[in-house]
């Protein structure tokens, strides 16, 4: 596609449920990052994943938090027994360079609200 | 560990006003900059980035960004606002070696008014 593609846009769940959050990156791009943007709060780091290295998963906050990336291509955010602290935009940005002077492209995000 | 810090949650101008919205920076060795807008409901857009030669940087929308080394700062200016370019912006750095995660700050709120 044109740009990067996230799914759902919106997901309302109950807390102790678990969540699936889609990646689609732009094609051709090789490296792939996810995000967390809470009300009021900057942007915070969660995994990158590049190429077929072992993703950089340090800013994942607890062990809820996983992530895979499936041929290289999409990726899935998952966060089990959701909590209401997870309730924030999830982003995820791709970019064509996995050096540390290319710029990212962003998909528009998926808004997870848990009760 | 790098950071950024945008000192402003806010900043207010009259539209055809020049704008200034504030990032400073602390990052070990060179530091590569970027500036990113959000509007509404949106996902963030790449305004532009500094990785090295002129201080002066030109991006998209008629943005532009001074990089100061001895001050560690990477302003965003436009000569002339428009209501249009109210938005959400985001600084961001990433240096050294290595993988470098983009670390973004808290962003600012613009508001032009006609």
């Known amino acids: 596609g044109a740009g990067v593609s996230q799914s759902p846009s919106n997901k309302v769940t109950e807390k102790g449920k678990d969540v699936e959050l889609r990646c689609d990156p732009i094609s051709g791009h090789t490296a792939l990052y996810w995000y967390r943007q809470s009300l009021g709060q900057g942007l915070e780091f969660l995994i990158y994943?590049?190429?077929?290295?072992?993703?950089?998963k340090s800013g994942l906050p607890s062990d809820r938090f996983s992530a895979e990336r499936t041929g290289g291509s999409v990726s899935t955010l998952t966060i089990q027994r959701t909590q209401q602290e997870d309730s924030a935009v999830y982003l995820c940005a791709s970019s064509r360079t996995p050096t540390n002077t290319g710029e990212l492209f962003f998909g528009e995000g998926s808004r997870l609200t848990v009760l | 560990a790098q950071s950024v810090a945008q000192p402003e949650d806010q900043v207010n101008v009259a539209e055809g006003n020049p704008l200034t919205v504030k990032c400073t920076y602390s990052v070990s060795g060179n530091p590569y900059l970027f500036w990113y807008v959000q509007y509404p409901n949106r996902g963030l857009q790449f305004l532009l980035k500094?990785?090295?030669?002129?201080?002066l940087v030109k991006g998209s929308y008629g943005f532009e960004a001074e990089f100061n080394k001895s001050q560690t700062s990477f302003h965003l200016k436009k000569p002339s606002a428009l209501v249009s370019d109210s938005a959400l912006y985001f600084c961001a750095v990433r240096g050294g070696t290595g993988f470098q995660k983009l670390v973004f700050g808290t962003g600012t709120r613009l508001l032009v008014s006609p």
């Open positions: 994943f590049q190429g077929n290295s072992a993703p950089d």
């Open positions: 500094y990785i090295t030669g002129d201080n």
